[in-house]
């Protein structure tokens, strides 16, 4: 059984490698690798390319380094968007192709479950990302002990979570590629709903966000209302009351549907909690208040600007209580119904 099965993941394996895509990746991916090695971390100094850029004291460049250019640009736009893009498209022809193509009938003639060439062939599509997410991220390790002299093994986190969140998107992928045997309305269905979780995740924030400075907006009203009680002061409190209890509707939708989606933005987005340290991030909150304090600007949404700051640190509390095992084991709870719909219809469908 065991050597039936490592049969079926080396063919599996080199079918996905015949496409060509997993070398064009990780060509890309060198590439990205490369210019990523021009940029390092020089005393207080950034360099690019020989060139020294000076942050005089005003921020930590290895804070930069590693939170706006490691994890935001190389990990957050190559690894997570464009290695993710390319991995679905090399994947999303594995069960189409397979029911298609009559190559099912061969399996089909040897004493093969049905679940087991299935769960076999959804591991490979894993396994053949896997292999160019570790290959990446290795190198980006290697770069960034290099370059800004910090050799941080939680780098590696990554791998897992990166792969999580493609997990999330190729099970849906498997499900659409059972259902319609149809490669390219695997991917733009994927990619669809894709971008649908993530339209969600980046509202729910937002309303959170709109919810806590309408809070404060009630406070203020209310304070003002006791100080000076006339109807002027009475309507502001209804308002602002009326208004928060609208948002606080709308946040409660949003973070229902979040709860059951896949959250491939949420998952990625754990990747700061461990790649910086906690003085860096305490750090980073520092610098974002110091420039909100030095910012005499307007507030945001009409509210002053000592609303929009007492609402800012109740938001981040809320966002940083979400547990990693919240965050991934509610989204591999959806994966794993996805997947058993996938494996129903695969395994009852006639070929």
């Known amino acids: 059984m065991m050597r039936q099965t490592l049969a079926l993941l080396i063919d599996a394996y080199r079918d996905l490698n015949s496409r060509k895509l997993f070398w064009i990746t990780l060509i890309i991916s060198g590439f990205v690798i490369i210019a990523f090695a021009l940029i390092g971390v020089d005393g207080d100094a950034i360099t690019f390319a020989g060139m020294r850029f000076e942050m005089h004291g005003v921020v930590d460049p290895l804070l930069v380094y590693k939170e706006a250019i490691l994890s935001t640009a190389v990990v957050g736009v190559w690894l997570t968007w464009g290695a993710i893009v390319l991995a679905l498209i090399s994947t999303a022809g594995l069960f189409p192709d397979l029911m298609s193509s009559g190559a099912i009938d061969l399996y089909l003639s040897k004493p093969i479950s049905r679940t087991r060439l299935f769960v076999t062939k959804y591991l490979t599509g894993l396994l053949f990302v896997g292999l160019q997410v570790s290959v990446f991220i290795f190198g980006c ?48 269905l994927t990619v669809l709903f894709w971008l649908v979780f993530s339209l969600v995740q980046r509202t729910e924030p937002s309303l959170l966000f709109l919810q806590a400075l309408k809070e404060q907006e009630r406070m203020s009203a209310e304070r003002q209302l006791a100080r000076y009680p006339t109807p002027e002061n009475k309507e502001a409190v209804d308002v602002a009351t009326h208004d928060e209890k609208r948002i606080h509707m709308f946040h409660s939708l949003f973070y229902g549907v979040e709860l059951i989606i896949p959250k491939t933005t949420a998952t990625t987005n754990l990747f700061d909690r461990y790649l910086l340290t906690k003085e860096e991030l ?70």
């Open 141 to 188: 390790f290697l770069v960034m002990g290099w370059r800004a002299h910090d050799w941080r093994p939680a780098l590696f986190i990554a791998i897992p979570l990166v792969m999580a969140m493609f997990s999330y998107l190729f099970a849906f992928s498997v499900l659409l590629g059972v259902w319609t045997r149809s490669t390219v309305a695997a991917i733009l």
């Open 282 to 351: 305490n750090a980073a909150k520092s610098d974002q208040q110091t420039q909100d304090v030095n910012n005499n600007g307007p507030g945001m949404f009409g509210a002053s600007r000592q609303e929009v700051n007492a609402a800012t640190p109740a938001v981040q509390r809320a966002l940083l209580s979400r547990t990693p095992f919240t965050i991934i084991g509610s989204s591999l709870l959806c994966e794993l119904v996805v997947l058993l719909v996938a494996g129903w219809l695969f395994c009852r469908r006639d070929y």
